[in-house]
T-cell receptor, first 113, second 115 residues
Framework: AQSVTQLDSHVSVSEGTPVLLRCNYS??????LFWYVQHPNKGLQLLLK??????LVKGINGFEAEFKKSETSFHLTKPSAHMSDAAEYFC???????????FGAGTRLAVHP | KAGVTQTPRYLIKTRGQQVTLSCSPI?????VSWYQQTPGQGLQFLFE???????NKGNFPGRFSGRQFSNSRSEMNVSTLELGDSALYLC??????????????FGPGTRLLVL
């Protein structure tokens, strides 16, 4: 069975510094992996997705993630945090023949001036 | 193109009542999935519909049900509400199901409070 683990429940950074949100996955076969962001009282917005085409995936708003099979990781990074990046981020997996998404527990990102 | 819409956005019910939530997918999308989000359990898959058929179901009791109409709009129903059903219910749509990497687009959710 597939599972997704987000290693940090809270991350706090200063504006202008790099962001790293960590995600590990387990899957018996090649997964599809996504990062979604949820701002307060809003729905989920797709940041980026990995589908085995390229291990380094670029998303919206300057975010990117690298799929590392040897480490079973799919960490999300951004070179320079902006105040508007403060939100909750979900690492999400999908595998098999169904549209069922498996969500990590979420990482709440705080950005300080 | 309009996004996924969900109605109502907020709902207050009392224990024992039933509730129906509605989701209109992005135009052209034929697959609709439902998720429950709570502080304790996080985001959990409820069920997925495609071509008016339930294709997959999560681990929820039979009080949770859904359906999809010919225009791809979907409703979910919760009967005999319990306090623990208080949650944000999210709907997601995609063009097709059952393809690796198919992107799901989420609506803003319906926040249900059960008193």
């Amino acid at each position: 069975a597939q599972s997704v683990t987000q290693l940090d429940s809270h991350v706090s950074v200063s504006e202008g510094t790099p962001v790293l949100l960590r995600c590990n996955y387990s899957s018996s076969y090649s997964p599809s992996l996504f990062w979604y962001v949820q701002h307060p009282n809003k729905g989920l917005q797709l940041l980026l997705k990995y589908t085995s085409a390229a291990t380094l995936v670029k998303g919206i708003n300057g975010f990117e993630a690298e799929f590392k099979k040897s480490e079973t990781s799919f960490h999300l990074t951004k070179p320079s945090a902006h105040m508007s990046d403060a939100a909750e981020y979900f690492c999400v997996g999908a595998s098999g023949g169904y549209n069922k998404l498996i969500f990590g527990a979420g990482t709440r990102l705080a950005v300080h001036p | 193109k309009a996004g996924v819409t969900q109605t109502p956005r907020y709902l207050i019910k009392t224990r024992g009542q039933q509730v129906t939530l509605s989701c209109s997918p992005i135009s052209g999308h034929r697959s609709v999935s439902w998720y429950q989000q709570t502080p304790g359990q996080g985001l959990q898959f409820l069920f997925e519909y495609f071509s008016e058929t339930q294709r997959n179901k999560g681990n929820f009791p039979g009080r949770f049900s859904g359906r999809q109409f010919s225009n791809s709009r979907s409703e979910m129903n919760v009967s005999t509400l319990e306090l623990g059903d208080s949650a944000l219910y999210l709907c997601a749509s995609s063009l097709e199901p059952a393809r690796i990497g198919e992107t799901q687009y989420f609506g803003p959710g319906t926040r249900l409070l059960v008193l």
